[in-house]
Structure formats: C-alpha cells, structure tokens
C-alpha cells in the first residue's frame, strides 16, 4: 500500500470522513435506496482503493527511477499515477450516473441505451482491476469465467449448458438492474458490514486489544501450557473484534508465538495453535465474520439468531484445541506461565479498563437480542466506545490526544479493510448475478443431487470439499458467497435444515485457512513462527479437528444449533467437550503416555459415539473412554497391547 503525502493524503481523509459520517447517517437517521448507498460506497471504496493500491508492487520499485513510468503507470509511494486516476474514472462516472438518475432507472426498468452499456462496461472493468490490486487475482479470474460461460452457455453441451445471453443482455443486466452489481452483497456490505468493520480497530484503540491480552494471559496462563491457552482465548476475543483469520493470527500471534516457543512448544506445534485459533475469530459470537452478515441476509432471519445458534460449536472448538494444548504440554512437562510474568489482577480488573470493554460489547449484545437492525447496534456501540474513552481521559489536552487516536483507528478501519472488502464483494455480487441468471445454481445443485444418488452424507462430503476449495483461492466470506449459491439449495432439497446448512458451508470456508495446499493463516503463523509451514498446517488440522467433525454433527442433531430441549442441549454440549478430549488424546497419540494404535483407534470411536445426543451411544463413548483412561492408569508400562506401537 501506498503512503500518501500531501494532497492526496488530505484528499484521502476527506473520503474516509465523508465514508463515516454516510454509516452513522444511514444507520441511525435515514436509509438510503440500495442504489443510492451502493453507488456512494462504491465510489468512495474506489477511490480508496486506486490512491492506496499501485497497479504493481514490482512496478513500484522499478518506477522510482524513472518519471515517465511513476508519473503514468506506477505512480510513486506518495501519489497515484495518471493510470491510477483514470480507472478511477472508469468507476466514478458510472457510478456518479447510478446517483443522479437512479429514480429514473428503477421506474423505467428495461429502458436503456448504448451509452449505459459503455458505462456498465468500464465500471466492470475498474472493480475487476481494483478487486485485483487489493485482494488478488482469483476473484477477478471467477469474475471472468462467469462472464465468459454467460456469453457461450449455448456451446456446452449437457446439463450445464443454456441459451446463451448477449454482451448486451450482461451488461443491461449487471449495470441497470438491481440484481445486478447494485445488488444484495454491495447493498449489505455498505449498510450493515461496514460499521462492524470499523468497529474493531476502534475498540483496540480504547485499549480493550490491550484488556484482552492481559485477561487471557491471567486467566489462561495458570493451566498446564499457559501459554497456548493465552493463544486460545486471546485468539477467541480479538476473533470478536477483527473477523479475520488472518489479521487475528497476526495480530495477537506476534506476542503468543514466541511466548509458546520460549516456554517449550515446538516451533511447528505453536504456529498451529494460534492458526487455529485465530481461525475460530470468524465463528465466534458477537461479532462473527462478514460471512455471517450474508448468511442473515440470505436466510431473511435476524443475526441475533445465527449468532445464537453458532454459540456451542464455537465454545467446542476453541475447547478441542484447549484439549490438545493441555494434553501436549502434559507430553513436554509444560507448566503454566512464570507468575512473574502474570498480569496483577488489580491491574487487569482497573474499572476504566472493564467499562471500556463492557459497555461496548454490552450495548451490541443487548441491542441485538432486541432484534434491532445489526448496524443500528453497531453504531450505538461505536458511539459508547468512543464517548466513554473521550469523557474518561483527562484533561484537555489528553481528550484531543485520544480523539487522534481513534480517528487513525476510523482511518485504518477504512483504508486498510473496508474499503478492498467492499470492492471485493461488489465483485462477487457479479459472480452471483450471473449465477441467477444463467440458473448455474440450480444445475450445480441438480448435479450435486444426481453425483449424491440423494445420499445425504455424500452430499455433505461434496459440499465441504467445493467450500474449501473455494475458500484457498479466496476469502471466507467471498468463497461461502459463492459455495451457498450453488451448494445451499442441494443440501436444502434433501431436508436439511437452512441455517445448519448455511452454517456448515461457513465452517468449512473458513477451514480452507488451516487445509494444504492454499493455507492462508498456517502460512501467517508458521512465518511468525520460524516453522515448516506443512508440519504446521498437519499441527492445526488436528487442534482444530473440532471445526471439521462438528459441521457433520450440527446439521442431523439441532440441540448443537440450542434447538430442543433444555436436556437435548446439555447432553450434546457435555458429550461433544468429552469427545474433545477424547478425539484430540487420539490424534495427538498422547494421554498420560504415548498411546498404541489400539487406544487411538478405540478413543477416536469413543469421541465420535459421545459427539451423538443420544442416551445409548454417548453412555458406550463414555465407557470406552473412561475404560480406556482406566486401562491406561492400571497399566503404564510398555507391555501387553500397548506394545503395538
């Protein structure tokens, strides 16, 4: 990314606060039109986007020492180049038309012409190239193969193919339909992610990042490998806040790597735990990741009750990788963290430091179990988090300090995500426009059914694997956009459940982070780490085996998803955290000692059979695995069936 000096660094402030004044106006006063908000985002994430992000990184370097490249291609680490400026243009005038005739263009559907088709096509273009600079090349590439398949569906032969449209019917349909690039996804992005997005950096600045760490460190770092748990639980909460793997592994990976390290974990086995951990951020309530925003949206229910719902299975997959923590420390006679080294509680529970964490965090909770609009809550909670941290900061000169502070925070918020997300996603909005309007979905879905034989589980099996191919190539909430178009209503067809389905597709985007070859946050990690990044990814596969079992477990039995009685629940819940312990001794060959491949088999069916809310197999899971703790206790040494290592 670039460094802007100067007037483009102003002009650039300008746009962000222009951007934030538009999310606290439309969220709380007056709702603009979708065409209306999606145009405004679109133009101001454009110009973000293009300032902020050269046409090559490699050019970059090359164009210093030359002034007709910098000042017409690559720009320079300052500035934009006249390239940049023009694709800009590219986005701005269509988008500018979108906002000065959008009444006209919604009450005279059907009415276009040829300069409206000229202006589809370049704004087509601009985001392609924008999404490219600032997230990658696969989106732009998905983008192109649907344009591509659209335009000659009538020379596939077979059930995928169709009628064929013409670059007018793609370009009427994309540009002036509100199916098109205006549709659900730009509209969401703009009106209800993206004051979630800001809302994150804006708690790290108030300090709450800095409470967090201090009470994972208190609470976690007093068990058994203390300092893998400091990763889980830190990873858990700051996951709240960011939403992104990634930025989660990054973040709170550069002070618990080298803590886990330096207290005896491997190199490899310490990348994994906060690869996984920091995986785990995207499904953890309140604030889950983007993708789940989405997946309200498609459902037509409110947040409030995906977040309830996702509640038990995020709590039993950060449990499963606290399970492998506490049992590989036990392998490498791992304590709990130095007490010199533990935050004081007085320290931790100062009331300046638990306000700005609570009334933030209360107000969202309350707010959204009042079933109020998501960024109305977001909003509200914004509001109290910077009220409090002003109010609360001294004198005069330490209020204008703090109020700095947290706009670099609204600044960073903007620039550094919201703006390439709201790109990206005005993108894929493309993808599953053209996904309609060819009917790929329904085929996709048809095909699934016919591959399957209707077998539920190989449909699942189907499901979980295109999820996570999608998710290497692309971000969480880009892939479970596209795999719940063509793999929802399949799964939904044969009778399951729409929220555990959406759900399910959702886990496993997100585990494409952890899964070779494309993954993203084992590669974070391992690089903070100094490790073998495959060594590492096999490491988070199993610490975070939680999040590939339980999908198959949530869509057949609801008491997962806190659907049933209040006995249902309790048994699935109590079972599932046995069968963590259980799966994890299994995977990781170690309980008390290391284990024979008998034990590993007999504790791996033994957490399967507890994962089942029912009376009979969770009371046979629970006696092979307390049977087996037993055998392991009354016989320690090396002989009889132990032996077969």
């Known amino acids: 990314m670039r460094q802007l000096s100067k007037f483009w660094k102003i002009l650039l402030y300008f746009v962000v606060a222009l951007w934030i004044f538009l999310i606290f106006y439309t969220s709380l006063f007056q709702a603009l039109h979708p065409l209306l908000q999606g145009g405004l985002a679109v133009i101001l994430s454009s110009i973000i986007v293009y300032f902020s992000y050269p046409v090559s990184s490699k050019l970059l370097k090359k164009g210093e020492n030359s002034v007709f490249i910098r000042l017409l291609i690559s720009g320079s680490k300052t500035h934009p180049s006249l390239l940049d400026l023009t694709l800009l243009m590219f986005s701005l005038i269509p988008s500018l038309y979108v906002l000065l005739n959008w009444e006209t263009l919604v009450i005279n559907p059907g009415v276009f012409e040829t300069k409206h088709l000229i202006m589809g096509a370049l704004l087509v273009f601009s985001l392609l190239e924008a999404t490219r600079r600032s997230v990658g090349i696969i989106i732009p590439l998905l983008v192109v193969a649907f344009i591509l398949y659209t335009l000659w569906g009538n020379f596939i032969p077979g059930r995928f193919g169709h009628p064929g449209f013409s670059l007018t019917d793609i370009l009427y349909q994309l540009y002036l339909m509100t199916e098109g690039i205006w549709g659900m996804l730009t509209d969401l992005t703009s009106r209800i992610i993206a004051p979630f997005i800001i809302f994150g950096p804006v708690l790290f600045a108030t300090g709450v990042g800095d409470t967090i760490m201090k009470l994972s460190t208190y609470v976690g770092g007093r068990i058994a490998g203390g300092s893998g748990h400091v990763a889980v639980i830190s990873s858990s909460l700051f996951g709240m806040l960011s939403g992104s793997s990634v930025a989660n592994a990054a973040t709170t990976g550069a002070f618990t790597i080298p803590l886990m390290k330096k207290t005896g974990f491997t190199r490899e086995f310490a990348g994994a735990v906060e690869a996984s951990a920091s995986s785990g951020g995207q499904i953890m309530p309140p604030i889950m990741g983007a993708g789940c925003f989405v997946m309200a949206e498609f459902l037509g229910i409110p947040y409030a009750k995906i977040m309830i719902a996702a509640t038990i299975p995020a709590l039993l997959y950060f449990i499963g990788i606290s399970a492998g923590i506490w049992i590989e420390a036990k392998r490498r006679k791992i304590k709990g963290i130095p007490k010199e080294l533990l935050p004081s509680l007085s320290e931790i529970l100062d009331w300046r430091n638990i306000l700005g964490f609570v009334l933030p965090i209360g107000t969202l909770l309350v707010l959204l179990f009042l079933f109020l609009p998501p960024q109305v809550c977001a909003v509200w909670a914004l509001i109290v988090s910077i009220s409090f941290f002003l109010l609360f900061g001294g004198g005069i000169r330490e209020i204008l300090v703090r109020a700095l502070k947290i706009w670099d925070s609204l600044v960073e918020g903007v620039v550094k995500t919201l703006a390439w997300l709201m790109i990206m996603m005005t993108s894929v909005q493309i993808v599953v426009s053209l996904i309609s309007l060819t009917g790929f979905g329904v085929k996709i879905s048809e095909f699934i059914l016919d591959l399957s034989g209707y077998n539920l589980y190989l449909a699942l099996f189907c499901a979980m694997l295109t999820s996570m191919i999608l998710g290497m190539g692309m971000t969480t909430t880009a892939a479970y956009v596209v795999a719940a178009a063509v793999?929802?209503?399949?799964?939904?067809?044969?009778?399951?459940?729409?929220?555990?389905?959406?759900?399910?597709?959702?886990?496993?985007?997100?585990?494409?982070?952890?899964?070779?070859?494309?993954?993203?946050?084992?590669?974070?990690?391992?690089?903070?780490?100094?490790?073998?990044?495959?060594?590492?990814?096999?490491?988070?596969?199993?610490?975070?085996?939680?999040?590939?079992?339980?999908?198959?477990?949530?869509?057949?039995?609801?008491?997962?998803?806190?659907?049933?009685?209040?006995?249902?629940?309790?048994?699935?819940?109590?079972?599932?955290?046995?069968?963590?312990?259980?799966?994890?001794?299994?995977?990781?060959?170690?309980?008390?000692?290391?284990?024979?491949?008998?034990?590993?088999?007999?504790?791996?069916?033994?957490?399967?059979?507890?994962?089942?809310?029912?009376?009979?197999?969770?009371?046979?899971?629970?006696?092979?695995?307390?049977?087996?703790?037993?055998?392991?206790?009354?016989?320690?040494?090396?002989?009889?069936p132990r032996a077969l290592i």
Request: net charge positive.
């Open 487 to 640: 793999i929802a209503p399949a799964l939904q067809k044969m009778g399951l459940d729409p929220l555990a389905t959406h759900l399910f597709i959702f886990y496993f985007a997100i585990k494409s982070g952890l899964t070779p070859p494309v993954c993203i946050t084992v590669f974070t990690t391992a690089a903070i780490a100094g490790a073998n990044w495959f060594r590492t990814a096999m490491e988070s596969i199993k610490l975070g085996i939680g999040g590939y079992i339980m999908p198959f477990f949530f869509v057949f039995f609801p008491a997962y998803l806190l659907k049933g009685s209040l006995w249902e629940i309790s048994l699935a819940f109590t079972g599932a955290t046995l069968a963590m312990f259980a799966i994890e001794a299994s995977l990781l060959g170690y309980w008390s000692n290391k284990l024979n491949i008998l034990i590993r088999v007999i504790l791996l069916i033994a957490g399967l059979l507890l994962m089942i809310p029912k009376l009979l197999p969770l009371s046979i899971g629970f006696v092979l695995f307390i049977g087996s703790l037993l055998f392991l206790r009354i016989l320690p040494s090396s002989k009889g």
